[in-house]
T-cell receptor
Framework: AQKVTQAQTEISVVEKEDVTLDCVYETRDTTYYLFWYKQPPSGELVFLIR??????QNEISGRYSWNFQKSTSSFNFTITASQVVDSAVYFC????????????????FGQGTTLQVKP | NAGVTQTPKFQVLKTGQSMTLQCAQDMNHEYMSWYRQDPGMGLRLIHY???????DQGEVPNGYNVSRSTTEDFPLRLLSAAPSQTSVYFCASSYSRARGPGNEQFFGPGTRLTVL
């Protein structure tokens, strides 16, 4: 069965600290996709990144970086020099490339990590 | 483009009432889906559709019904509301795998439903 685990329920840091959000996934598929979404206090879901299972290169986008390691089934997200505006719930999600005979694009979400950045 | 739109934004129902949550997208996406978000549980898939006329159940389908008569619309019906259905509901859409695997899902703003 496919599963995504975000073991950190809540994290609290002081502004300018670096913080890493952990994501561990389980899948039997060899081809799959991993995502991170941000949910700010306003409630909408904001897409941050998509990574496919064949691309293990780390990615950096401004203060955000992602570390994908297939060997440990992890897709961790690091925010460097955190800011108050980073306060949000962050979700890691897994999308299967195939599901039986149908490709559905269904997302399996982790429980979410609430990040609070204090000034 | 309006993206994915959902109505209403807030709704309060009494136990046993029925209602329909509306979802529409103007991006010509084949895939549409409904998720519910509950504290500590992330988002869970209720129903999804891979195209007009095709729907299937997700992880938590009981008590909900869907239909997809057009590419643009994917309404979610609560047949007889129960307090356990108090949640935030998100509709999402994306292109099909045929256009590119792992496509980003675009989410609507959500509907906050309370069942008393």
């Amino acid at each position: 069965a496919q599963k995504v685990t975000q073991a950190q329920t809540e994290i609290s840091v002081v502004e300018k600290e670096d913080v890493t959000l952990d994501c561990v996934y389980e899948t039997r598929d060899t081809t799959y996709y991993l995502f991170w979404y941000k949910q700010p206090p306003s409630g909408e879901l904001v897409f941050l990144i998509r990574r496919n299972s064949f691309d293990e290169q780390n990615e950096i986008s401004g203060r955000y970086s992602w570390n994908f390691q297939k060997s440990t089934s992890s897709f961790n997200f690091t925010i460097t020099a955190s800011q108050v505006v980073d306060s949000a719930v962050y979700f890691c999600a897994l999308s299967e490339a195939t599901l039986g005979s149908s490709n559905t694009g269904k997302l399996i979400f982790g429980q979410g990590t609430t990040l609070q950045v204090k000034p | 483009n309006a993206g994915v739109t959902q109505t209403p934004k807030f709704q309060v129902l009494k136990t046993g009432q029925s209602m329909t949550l509306q979802c529409a997208q103007d991006m010509n996406h084949e895939y549409m889906s409904w998720y519910r978000q509950d504290p500590g549980m992330g988002l869970r898939l209720i129903h999804y559709s891979v195209g007009a006329g095709i729907t299937d159940q997700g992880e938590v389908p009981n008590g909900y019904n869907v239909s997809r008569s057009t590419t643009e619309d994917f309404p979610l019906r609560l047949l007889s509301a129960a307090p356990s259905q108090t949640s935030v509901y998100f509709c999402a859409s994306s292109y099909s795998r045929a256009r590119g695997p792992g496509n980003e899902q675009f989410f609507g703003p959500g509907t906050r439903l309370t069942v008393l």
